[in-house]
């Protein structure tokens, strides 16, 4: 079991940023790949950004040139460092450890004017 602590999210005007970060804890037995999800509301929940533990990526096309998933592994942190935010980023972002069944309690980011 793994809990996942995420923080950061807040509300900007379109084109503005926010650093999102997520912190996991708890019986973690290797590195795993972490990434981050959203759920906006009324939508299903969708796969935003992923690392791999060497540090490989992947985006959502939605999401390319605009977002950016780093992460500390010494802290089994993850981030997502996101630019150029628009109306339809917003949502409540949640980070996954794969190789764990475990959510946390998500984080919201509202873009709007």
């Known amino acids: 079991q793994v809990q996942l602590a995420e923080s950061g999210g807040g509300s900007v005007q379109p084109g503005g940023s926010l650093r999102l970060s997520c912190a996991a804890s708890?019986?973690?037995?290797?590195?795993?790949?972490m990434g981050w999800y959203r759920q906006a509301p009324g939508e299903q929940r969708e796969l935003v950004a992923v690392?791999?533990?060497?540090?490989?990526?992947n985006y959502a096309d939605s999401v390319k040139g605009r977002f950016t998933i780093s992460r500390e592994n010494a802290k089994n942190t993850v981030y997502l460092q996101m630019n150029s935010l628009k109306p339809t980023d917003t949502a409540v972002y949640y980070c996954?450890?794969?190789?764990?069944?475990?959510w946390g309690q998500g984080t919201q980011v509202t873009v709007s004017s």
């Open positions: 996954k450890m794969f190789g764990y069944d475990d």
């Open positions: 708890g019986s973690i037995s290797s590195l795993y790949a």
């Open positions: 690392i791999s533990s060497g540090g490989s990526t």
